[in-house]
């Protein structure tokens, strides 16, 4: 069923990627009540692996918020599944969490954490302002550079 959101990644030029199957002992979604609990979503674009490498050694900021965005592209796929097909059930983007592979003096996480922070405002709206963390790691798994996980309430 289409509905306002999917009009609305239409108009952002999104099409949602079928949800990648986990890559170890864990599944990529937990629906608790009303809240989906979405597992870290990497940074997997057409199918291959995009934005490998540290944040202030070799990639610059820019390409972090990049990587975000493509992050919070998944973590929407991996709604939308939870979701039945609906991402109109959404009601709020709780929090998001941001992992950043980045050098040990690099310090603007949170500028790289946007570009998945941005997305949900742009699709959700004001139901898209949510908590957050945005943290360095010194690597992050299969050399990427960002990996952002999400807490949704839907109705």
Do not use: W
């Amino acid at each position: 069923m289409s509905g306002t959101v999917d009009k609305r990644l239409s108009e952002l030029g999104i099409d949602l990627p079928e949800p990648s199957a986990p890559a170890a002992n864990y599944i990529p979604y937990v629906v608790s009540g009303n809240l989906i609990f979405v597992s870290g979503q990497i940074t997997m674009s057409g199918g291959e692996l995009k934005y490998l490498g540290k944040i202030g050694d070799g990639l610059g900021i820019d390409d972090g918020y990049q990587a975000a965005r493509i992050c919070a592209i998944n973590l929407l796929a991996q709604v939308k599944v939870a979701c039945g097909g609906d991402l109109d059930r959404v009601k709020q983007v709780v929090k998001l969490g941001g992992f950043v592979n980045c050098a040990p003096d690099f310090t603007d996480q949170p500028k790289v954490i946007n570009g998945a922070s941005d997305l949900m405002v742009e699709v959700f709206g004001d139901a898209g302002k949510h908590a957050r963390f945005a943290v360095g790691a010194p690597s992050l798994p299969l050399g990427i550079a960002v990996e952002v996980d999400g807490i949704f309430q839907i109705d």
